[in-house]
């Protein structure tokens, strides 16, 4: 297994430009994680899918950002426009549930995002 | 609030010191917490659990839930500990809530 896949791993874009990053979560994991790393707020936990469905998104910043999870193999975080503060590390994790104990969450290599 | 700090962004210590990483939570229910840790160039990966009590790359953390902290500490590091260390608080429904991060520097 590949592990949890993000694409692309760098994206250079202009300010008020759409930017959609893309996440493919380890087969049979059932929740799928977004997260913005950066060096003055670590990492923050922006949105959370369970079985496709959004869990909480009150991590996301703005409106400009919106995520989605069309099925199990597949999840894409959007900013637009975008602004040279979304300038960041972007990851996904996934993970699996059960027995009411936390499983480890598996990160992808990350999207470093640069807005100018 | 359910909060995690990590006092210190950067601790640097001579390979073969003892090393102790700082993490403090705040949370009204029973916390379960995390290390992870990203070494160079690779991806951000579960280190330890404490609710599994195990020593992991020589590794270990306790739970004080008196001084609600979960500190990192290896009575002797190496150079291939230098990483950044990540403390997390399972806040429910499998949402983890990260410190800002420790980044370990061991230096020979």
């Known amino acids: 297994d590949a592990g949890v896949i993000q694409s692309p791993r760098h994206e250079v874009t202009e300010m008020g430009q759409e930017v959609t990053l893309r996440c493919k979560p380890i087969s049979g994991h059932d929740y799928l994680f977004w997260y913005r790393q950066t060096m003055m707020r670590g990492l923050e936990l922006l949105i959370y899918f369970n079985n496709n469905v959004p869990i909480d998104d009150s991590g996301m910043p703005e409106d400009r950002f919106s995520a989605k999870m069309p099925n199990a193999s597949f999840s894409t975080l959007k900013i637009q426009p975008s602004e040279p503060r979304d300038s960041a590390v972007y990851f996904c994790?996934?993970?699996?549930?059960?027995?009411?104990?936390?499983?480890?969450?598996?990160f992808g290599p990350g999207t470093r995002l640069t807005v100018t | 609030a359910q909060r995690v700090t990590q006092p210190e962004k950067l601790l640097s210590v001579f390979k073969g010191a003892p090393v102790e990483l700082k993490c403090n939570y705040s949370?009204?229910?029973?916390?379960?917490l995390f290390w992870y840790v990203q070494y160079s160039r690779q991806r951000l990966q579960l280190l330890l659990r404490h609710i599994s009590r195990e020593s992991i790359k020589g590794f270990t953390a306790d739970l004080n839930k008196g001084e609600t902290s979960f500190h990192l500490k290896k009575p002797f590091a190496q150079e291939e500990d230098s990483a950044m260390y990540y403390c997390?608080?399972?806040?429910?429904?499998?949402?983890?809530?990260f410190g800002t991060g420790t980044r370990l520097l061991v230096s020979p």
């Open positions: 994790a996934s993970s699996l549930t059960g027995g009411g104990i936390s499983y480890e969450q598996y």
């Open positions: 997390a608080l399972n806040t429910g429904f499998q949402k983890l809530v």
């Open positions: 949370y009204s229910g029973s916390p379960e």
